[in-house]
T-cell receptor
Framework: DARVTQTPRHKVTEMGQEVTMRCQPI?????VFWYRQTMMQGLELLAY????????DSGMPKDRFSAEMPDATLATLKIQPSEPRDSAVYFC???????????FGPGTRLTVL | GQQLNQSPQSMFIQEGEDVSMNCTSS?????WLWYKQDPGEGPVLLIA?????ELTSNGRLTAQFGITRKDSFLNISASIPSDVGIYFC?????????????FGQGTILTVHP
C-alpha cells in the first residue's frame, strides 16, 4: 500500500528552537510538495520539488524556513528559529510529473509555545 | 491571482440524502481534483479529472470537469455517516504554474444518522 509518510506526527517546541520535519514520498514519484494548513489561510504551498530540484519556494519565509531533498526517498522542511505563528499542520505530498494528482501524507502538527 | 470559489461552505444532511458541491473560477484549468480530509489526517484524493466535459465516478461519488474548464462539481449519492469530513476541490493550470495546485476553501459535510 503506497503512501506518503511523515515524521513526526506531532511536535511541541518552544519559540526559538529548530524544528525538522521529514517526508518519504511514494516510491517512484518525482514531484514533492510541502504545504501548511491553518484555519485562517487554508492550504498554502510552501515549496515544490521536481526530480529533487527545488522549483518554487516562493511561499516560504526564506529567513527561517528551508526545504531540501537529500535523496529521492527523503524530503525535509526545517524551521530555525521557530516562532508561535509557525504553529500549523504541515503536509507533504508527492506525485508524478504529467499527472497533476498529488497524494498527501498524514501531516505533522506543529505547536510552537 | 487564481482562486477557486467552493460552495457551499457547509452542509448538514440526513443519512441517505444526496449531496452536491461545486467549485468555480474565472481562470481556466487543465486538471480538477477532489479531496476529502478527515480530522487529524491529510487530504485523500477521491477523483481526478483531466479532460473538459469528463464525468467520472468512484463508488457513490461522481465528479465532472466543466466544459468551460472553469468549474467542477462533486456529487455524493445516498450519504452515510462516514462521508462526514471536509471536501476540497483543487485545480491545476498549465504553463509556468505547472505543478502548483489551487485549492478551494472546503465544504464541511455533516451527516446525521
Amino acid at each position: 500500500d503506497a503512501r506518503v509518510t511523515q515524521t513526526p506526527r506531532h511536535k511541541v517546541t518552544e519559540m526559538g528552537q529548530e524544528v525538522t520535519m521529514r517526508c518519504q514520498p511514494i516510491l517512484g514519484h518525482n514531484t514533492v510538495f510541502w504545504y501548511r494548513q491553518t484555519m485562517m489561510q487554508g492550504l498554502e504551498l510552501l515549496a515544490y520539488f521536481r526530480n529533487r530540484a527545488p522549483l518554487d519556494d516562493s511561499g516560504m519565509p526564506k529567513d527561517r524556513f528551508s526545504a531540501e531533498m537529500p535523496d529521492a526517498t527523503l524530503a525535509t522542511l526545517k524551521i530555525q528559529p521557530s516562532e508561535p505563528r509557525d504553529s500549523a499542520v504541515y503536509f507533504c505530498a508527492s506525485g508524478l510529473v504529467g499527472s497533476g494528482a498529488q497524494f498527501f501524507g498524514p501531516g505533522t502538527r506543529l505547536t510552537v509555545l | 491571482g487564481q482562486q477557486l470559489n467552493q460552495s457551499p461552505q457547509s452542509m448538514f444532511i440526513q443519512e441517505g440524502e444526496d449531496v452536491s458541491m461545486n467549485c468555480t473560477s474565472s481562470s481556466i484549468f487543465n486538471t480538477w481534483l477532489w479531496y476529502k480530509q478527515d480530522p487529524g489526517e491529510g487530504p485523500v484524493l477521491l477523483i481526478a479529472l483531466y479532460k473538459a466535459g469528463e464525468l467520472t465516478s468512484n463508488g457513490r461519488l461522481t465528479a465532472q470537469f466543466g466544459i468551460t474548464r472553469k468549474d467542477s462539481f462533486l456529487n455524493i449519492s445516498a450519504s452515510i455517516p462516514s462521508d462526514v469530513g471536509i471536501y476540497f476541490c483543487a485545480a491545476l493550470a498549465g504553463g509556468t504554474s505547472y505543478g502548483k495546485l489551487t485549492f478551494g476553501q472546503g465544504t464541511i459535510l455533516t451527516v446525521h444518522p
